[in-house]
C-alpha cells in the first residue's frame, strides 16, 4: 500500500502492443447500466472440480509463499532493485510450473522504463530577489522541482491557474495554498509555454507542512519513463521568506513590477527498469475467452530502511507478500482445473505500487490484454492482518460486481467470512493501490483489504505475524467470485453515477 504523496503525476509512456489474437474490443458500452440479476445468473450448485481448485489454497501453501517473498534476503524488495527482480522470477516459475501461459510473447515479464531523479547540490540552486526588502534565498527556504533545471532571470510576474498567459520572459510566480499545491504543479508547463522563462510557488502554508514536501521532493523520485523536461528553472519557495511588499501583491493579486528574480536550479536523473509478472489461462468458451479477468497485487515493499531495535529490513509480509502469494495460489487452483472457465483470467503481479502505482500504470498505458475485453480487476492489497473473519471491498458500490460478491459469500457459509464497506474514506484507500489504474480507464473493479496496523512500512511487518488461516480463506472466497464471473452470461456493469465519477470525472 503506497503512502499518500505531493508532487507531479508521471507522464506515462506510449502504448505497448497487444497479442493479436486479442486486439479485438467489446462492442458493449462501458457505463450501460444492466439489471443486477444479468451478472448474478450462474449455473446451479459449484462444480466438484471447483470445489477441489478452491481447496488447492491452503493456510500453509500460503506460509510457505509468503516466507519467502517475505525473507530477510529479500531485502523489502524496493521497486527497483535485484531483489525485486529475483522476486519477479520467482513468481514467473510458479506460473511456468502451474502451465499459466506467458503474456509478453514467450515472456512472462513484462519490462518498464523508470527514472529516477533527485535535486543536485545545494551549491548549484539559487534563487535571488531584487526589489524593495529582496535578496538572495536561503536554500533551506525553497525546492527545485525535479524535472526543472538551467537557469533564467526576469522580471516577476504573478500568475494564477488558468488565466492569462505571464509576458514573454518574465518569471511567472503564482501563491498557492496547500489545498492549491498539486494544481500549482500540474499548471507548470502551461505557464512556460505561454512565454514564462522560470516558474516560483509561493507555498502559503504552516512550516510542517512545507518539511513535508522538502521531505518528498529530497528523497529520490522515481517515474515512468523519463520526467517530462521542463526545459526551465522550476522551485517551490516558503511564501513567508517573500519580501513583504511581494507577499502583499500575492495576496491581492496585484502586479509585482518593482522585482526581478533570478532562478537556478538542478536535477540528477539515473535510468533504472522494473518488471510486472504476467500469465494467464485461456478462457474454455470460444464465443468469451477473448475477455478477461485480471486479478492483481503488487509484489513490492520499501526495502531498507531506518533500523528499529537493530532491524532495518522492511519484510513487507502483508504489505504485500500476503496479496502476491493470494495471486501465486490463484494462478495454481485454476490451472487445476479440468475445464478453466468460461471467460480468460490473468495473473498480474506488479511493481512499484510503493512509488506512486507504476507498475500498474504502466500496465494501464501498455496493456497485453485490452482493457475494453477486460470485464474486471479484483486487486489484492494487505489481507493478513487485524480482523479474523472480516475482509474490506473497496469499490463494492460502484457496479454489479459487488452484488455478485454478496451473493458468492451468501452460497459458502464455510468461509465464515463478512464483507464490510470501506471503513476508512478519510484515509483515501481507493487511491492508493493498483485497482485504481483500472478503475480509471473504465474497468469495474474491487480491491480486498483488511487495513493497515502498527507494523505498516515498518521492519516488524514479519511472515510470523500474518493470519495464515484467514488470509486462505479470503483467497478461496476470491476464487469463487472469480469463477462466477469468468462463467456469467453478462459482464459486470458499472454504476453511471459511479462511472462518470471515477472514468469521466477527476476521479475523487
Known amino acids: 500500500m503506497k503512502r499518500k504523496l505531493p508532487g507531479i503525476t508521471p507522464t506515462l509512456g506510449a502504448r505497448g502492443k497487444s497479442p493479436a489474437a486479442f486486439e479485438r474490443r467489446c462492442a458493449r458500452p462501458a457505463a450501460m447500466w444492466v439489471p443486477l440479476l444479468a451478472l448474478a445468473a450462474f449455473p446451479a450448485g459449484i462444480s466438484a472440480q471447483n470445489e477441489a481448485g478452491a481447496a488447492t489454497i491452503t493456510a500453509d501453501d500460503l506460509r510457505l509463499r509468503i516466507g ?59 534563487l535571488d530577489i531584487s526589489g524593495p526588502g529582496g535578496g538572495t534565498i536561503d536554500v533551506s527556504d525553497y525546492l527545485a522541482v525535479p524535472g526543472g533545471r538551467g537557469e533564467a532571470a526576469g522580471p516577476l510576474a504573478i500568475v494564477t491557474p488558468g488565466a492569462a498567459d505571464p509576458p514573454t520572459g518574465a518569471v511567472a510566480v503564482m501563491r498557492v495554498t496547500p489545498e492549491e499545491t498539486r494544481r500549482g504543479l500540474e499548471s507548470v508547463r502551461g505557464i512556460l509555454d505561454g512565454g514564462a522563462v522560470a516558474v516560483l510557488l509561493a507555498v502559503d502554508a504552516p512550516d510542517d507542512y512545507f518539511a513535508g514536501i522538502r521531505r518528498f521532493y529530497e528523497r529520490e523520485r522515481l517515474s515512468v519513463g523519463m520526467p517530462e523536461e521542463l526545459g526551465a528553472p522550476v522551485a517551490l519557495v516558503r511564501a513567508q521568506v517573500l519580501p513583504e511588499a511581494l507577499r502583499v501583491a500575492l495576496a491581492s493579486g496585484a502586479g509585482a513590477n518593482a522585482y526581478e528574480a533570478t532562478v537556478r536550479t538542478h536535477s540528477v536523473f539515473r535510468e533504472e527498469r522494473a518488471f510486472n509478472t504476467i500469465g494467464w489461462i485461456e478462457g474454455s468458451d470460444p464465443d468469451l475467452r477473448g475477455e478477461f479477468i485480471v486479478f492483481t497485487a503488487h509484489m513490492d515493499h520499501v526495502g531498507v530502511g531506518r533500523p528499529v531495535d ?147 512500512h515498518g521492519p516488524n511487518d514479519e511472515p510470523d505475524r500474518i493470519l495464515y488461516d484467514k488470509t486462505a480463506r479470503i483467497t478461496r472466497l476470491i476464487f469463487h467470485l472469480g469463477h462466477r464471473i469468468a462463467d456469467a452470461d453478462g459482464r459486470p456493469e458499472w454504476d453511471p453515477a459511479a462511472y462518470r465519477r471515477v472514468v469521466e470525472g477527476s476521479g475523487r
Open 68 to 126: 519467502a517473498l517475505a525473507h530477510d534476503s529479500m531485502r523489502g524488495r524496493a521497486t527497483p532493485s535485484p531483489e525485486l527482480d529475483k522476486a519477479a522470477r520467482h513468481i514467473a516459475r510458479r506460473f511456468e510450473e502451474f502451465g499459466l501461459q506467458p503474456a509478453d510473447g514467450d515472456s512472462y515479464l513484462q519490462e518498464y522504463p523508470l527514472t529516477a531523479s533527485r535535486a543536485g547540490s545545494p551549491g548549484r540552486q539559487l
Open 310 to 456: 537493530g532491524d532495518s529490513i522492511y519484510n513487507g509480509a502483508d504489505d504485500d507478500a500476503s496479496g502476491t502469494a493470494a495471486i501465486i495460489e490463484l494462478a495454481e487452483a485454476y490451472a487445476s482445473l479440468e475445464t478453466p472457465p468460461r471467460r480468460s483470467l490473468v495473473f498480474l503481479a506488479v511493481s512499484g505500487e510503493e512509488r506512486g502505482l507504476l507498475g500498474s500504470g504502466w500496465y494501464a498505458e501498455n496493456p497485453l490484454f485490452p482493457l475494453g475485453a477486460t470485464v474486471a480487476n479484483l486487486n489484492i492489497d494487505m489481507i493478513g492482518r487485524n480482523w479474523r473473519d472480516t475482509v474490506v471491498a473497496i469499490g463494492a458500490d460502484e457496479s454489479t460486481l459487488g452484488t455478485t460478491l454478496r451473493q458468492t459469500l451468501r452460497e459458502h457459509p464455510e468461509l465464515g467470512l463478512e464483507m464490510i464497506d470501506d471503513p476508512w474514506p478519510e484515509e483515501n484507500f481507493y487511491f492508493r493501490s493498483d485497482h485504481y489504474n483500472f478503475a480509471r480507464k473504465g474497468v469495474p473493479v474491487l480491491f480486498f483489504f483488511t487495513g493497515t496496523h502498527e507494523d505498516y
